[in-house]
Nanobody, 114 residues
Framework: QVQVVESGGGLVQPGGSLRLSCAAS????????MDWWRQAPGKQRELVAT???????NYADSVKGRFTISRDNAKNTVYLQMNSLKPEDTAVYYC????????WGQGTQVTVSS
């Protein structure tokens, strides 16, 4: 069983920045594929960014050039740096660890509003 815990959400003005963190348990963290997803009210959950064990990354078109996913294997943590935030980025952000099974965190709220 892998425990996944997100943190770092909050209220930010349009154009601002926020960094989310996701800590995952387990000694095999370095080989987990880690995703950030988000779900806005009334919308389906969507994949935002992925980082695999090699460090290669992939992003949704809507966040390319604004969001950066990274990982620190020594800390069993993945990050999502979000810059130039827009109101449409408002959502609950979830972290998912993929290793044999999928393990989801409880989510952290990000609200972009003036």
């Amino acid at each position: 069983q892998v425990q996944v815990v997100e943190s770092g959400g909050g209220l930010v003005q349009p154009g601002g920045s926020l960094r989310l963190s996701c800590a995952a348990s387990g000694s095999r963290f370095s080989i987990y594929t880690m995703d950030w997803w988000r779900q806005a009210p009334g919308k389906q959950r969507e994949l935002v960014a992925t980082i695999i064990s090699s460090g290669s990354t992939n992003y949704a078109d809507s966040v390319k050039g604004r969001f950066t996913i990274s990982r620190d294997n020594a800390k069993n943590t993945v990050y999502l740096q979000m810059n130039s935030l827009k109101p449409e980025d408002t959502a609950v952000y979830y972290c998912k660890a993929r290793w044999v099974y999928d393990y989801w965190g409880q989510g952290t709220q990000v609200t972009v509003s003036s």
